[in-house]
């Protein structure tokens, strides 16, 4: 059982594969948390995994949402496992996750970390396609050794992007994150097309599409940006953050549009 959320495809193209090499069914937490589906009955020795993004060397908030929420039946023993992706380094954000799993009596038998690419474009430009194409096929060699130690149940913390000074700058930055995401600094221009992408691809229904575009219908959301990665005219902007610094898409794969971010 492997559950996952991504927002402009790089956590899903690890649980893919990841899915894949374990023959594991795949679970959408955007998905689980709009069908209000939060109990599992886990099968024998079945492993049970988490891949999400990093951010602010954090959680997304739907995370620890999720897991509030999550009962899973039959726990015997099971192994756990993280898998996060980011654009630089993680923080501590696997601890963060360990803690909300131990409040259900469950705890993370293993970690990991793959380098991917940096979407934040408030604060970053996206690459060009050759660097883009560089990042993820030396994130591809980081992702098999982790389907590797995945299938043998290694154990311990196998994180090896989490930076120095991992505690302090989850510390610092997350806070930042968690009283931020403020949706007034989402703007949409006169490109909009009203095709209504925006409101099927958030996470939280914090965007309804009206007779004149996009509205973002609550104050806070997750703050994956996958509206504005992800709007077919660019017409979604951060404030003016986000000018000229590209839009993104892992390349690899395919999302469903009621999915994720």
Not at 218 to 228: A, E, F, M, T, Y
Not at 235 to 253: F, Q, T, V, W
Request: aromatic content about 12%; proline content about 4%; glycine content about 6%.
């Amino acid at each position: 059982m492997l559950f996952y959320f991504s927002a402009t495809g790089n956590s899903k193209y690890v649980a893919d594969k990841i899915a894949r090499n374990e023959r594991d069914r795949l679970i959408s937490i955007p998905e689980a948390i709009s069908e209000k589906s939060f109990v599992y009955t886990l099968g024998e020795y079945e492993k049970v995994g988490f891949v999400t993004p990093t951010y602010f060397y954090g959680l997304p908030t739907i995370i620890p949402y999720f897991i509030e929420r999550l009962e899973l039946n039959n726990i015997k023993g099971n192994y756990f496992y993280h898998v996060l992706t980011c654009g630089s380094k993680t923080g501590e954000a696997g601890e963060s996750l360990n803690k909300a799993l131990q409040k259900k009596g469950c705890t993370l038998s293993a970690r990991y970390g793959v380098r991917m690419v940096e979407t934040y474009i408030p604060m970053f430009k996206i690459p060009n396609e050759m660097k883009v194409r560089h990042f993820l096929d030396e994130a591809e060699e980081q992702i098999n050794i982790i389907c590797k130690a995945i299938q043998n149940c290694a154990y311990g913390d196998q994180n090896t992007v989490k930076g120095l000074f991992a505690r302090g700058k989850t510390n610092l930055a997350y806070p930042l994150y968690v009283y931020g995401r403020r949706t007034k600094r989402f703007k949409v221009n006169e490109n909009c097309i009203k095709c209504g992408l925006c409101e099927r691809v958030c996470p939280c229904q914090a965007i309804e599409v009206n007779e004149y575009g996009p509205v973002w219908k609550q104050k806070r959301c997750v703050q994956c940006l996958g509206c504005l990665h992800r709007c077919p005219v660019q017409a979604i902007r951060y404030k003016k953050l986000s000018e000229n610094r590209g839009r993104y898409h892992n390349p690899y794969i395919e999302m469903e549009a009621r999915e994720e971010k």
